[in-house]
């Protein structure tokens, strides 16, 4: 009986495991499917990633202008504000100047308006 028994066993060990594989395949075969054929392939990616670091690219050209436009125009507004000030302290300093003559010529006036 020993040896009617080893060959059973032994088809039933390639039974089990032909099951076992069978069933690895099947589900291999029903993941890519459903999930696997939406995967991109290696050609895809290193498409999709070119072409992204180009956008990218491109954006920071385009940011860069933009900076530069905006450094151009905060020194043109630097200049002509440096500019008005310049003119306001000038004006200041001559409103100064008149202040101190109409305050010298008020103190005449008054001195000779009373002269205690």
Excluded: C, H
Aim: aromatic share 8%; glycine share 0%; charged share 30%.
């Amino acid at each position: 009986m020993t040896e009617t028994t080893a060959p059973k066993e032994l088809f039933s060990f390639f039974k089990y495991s032909a099951s076992v594989f069978l069933a690895i395949i099947v589900s291999m075969a029903a993941f890519w499917l459903s999930y696997g054929k939406e995967l991109v392939t290696r050609a895809e990616a290193r498409t999709i990633s070119i072409d992204s670091v180009q956008t990218i690219e491109r954006e920071v050209i385009y940011l860069q202008a933009q900076m530069d436009k905006l450094d151009e125009r905060m020194t043109k507004q630097e200049e002509q504000l440096r500019d008005t000030l310049k003119e306001n302290t000038d004006a200041i300093t001559q409103l100064k100047v008149q202040i101190a003559s109409l305050s010298e010529a008020v103190e005449n006036l008054s001195e000779k308006i009373n002269p205690d």
